[in-house]
T-cell receptor, first 115, second 115 residues
Framework: DAGVIQSPRHEVTEMGQEVTLRCKPI?????LFWYRQTMMRGLELLIY????????DSGMPEDRFSAKMPNASFSTLKIQPSEPRDSAVYFC?????????????FGDGTRLSIL | AQSVTQLDSQVPVFEEAPVELRCNYS??????LFWYVQYPNQGLQLLLK??????LVKGINGFEAEFNKSQTSFHLRKPSVHISDTAEYFC?????????????FGKGTKLTVNP
């Protein structure tokens, strides 16, 4: 079975540019989560969706960040404009019905560097 | 604010020795507890979880953890570690109260198993 697929694996861009991170969850999973991991702040939950609907976006740091889930098999996290402090590893995870009592399956992450 | 504290940022041990990775959280009002493992350049994988019931939880790879409500702790243990257990371990807590939920990860503990 394919796991959670994230693309790109690495992204290097200059500040001010728009960045789009992509995620394909495991088929049949109805929860999708976006996380950010940095040395300073650890792992932070940014937003999560249930059945393509955003449920809690309280972790989104600023209006420069937006996330969408147009269908059950695809989600994007956009940063516009990007800043050097956005450099981090961004993870997508999905889980089946039950939200917290089902294990989350993580992708391998996108390592983002903003110069 | 809710918080999760992993007291040791790094734990070096010798192969076949026992290990305990500590996790404390800020309050014991209705919580779900998790331990995840992260290998280099990969996403997180669920080791074990406590939702309710027995306070001793067994997970994959021979790990177990004990929920201690009075001490607000959820320490992870393994009686005999292998080289392959070298990874970073994250404790995560979900607080549920009044219909709202909050997920917080600890900063992680890097376990290094030496021959």
């Amino acid at each position: 079975d394919a796991g959670v697929i994230q693309s790109p694996r690495h992204e290097v861009t200059e500040m001010g540019q728009e960045v789009t991170l992509r995620c394909k969850p495991i088929s049949g999973h109805d929860y999708l989560f976006w996380y950010r991991q940095t040395m300073m702040r650890g792992l932070e939950l940014l937003i999560y969706f249930n059945n393509n609907v955003p449920i809690d976006d309280s972790g989104m740091p600023e209006d420069r960040f937006s996330a969408k889930m147009p269908n059950a098999s695809f989600s994007t996290l956009k940063i516009q404009p990007s800043e050097p402090r956005d450099s981090a590893v961004y993870f997508c995870a999905s889980s089946g019905t039950g939200r917290w009592n089902q294990p989350q399956h993580f992708g391998d992450g996108t390592r983002l560097s903003i110069l | 604010a809710q918080s999760v504290t992993q007291l040791d940022s790094q734990v070096p041990v010798f192969e076949e020795a026992p290990v305990e990775l500590r996790c404390n959280y800020s309050s014991s009002v209705s919580v779900y507890l998790f331990w995840y493992v992260q290998y280099p350049n990969q996403g997180l994988q669920l080791l074990l979880k406590y939702l309710s019931g027995s306070t001793l939880v067994k997970g994959i790879n021979g790990f177990e953890a004990e929920f201690n409500k009075s001490q607000t702790s959820f320490h992870l243990r393994k009686p005999s570690v292998h080289i392959s257990d070298t990874a970073e371990y994250f404790c995560a807590v979900i607080w549920t109260q009044g219909g709202s939920e909050k997920l917080v990860f600890g900063k992680g503990t890097k376990l290094t198993v030496n021959p």
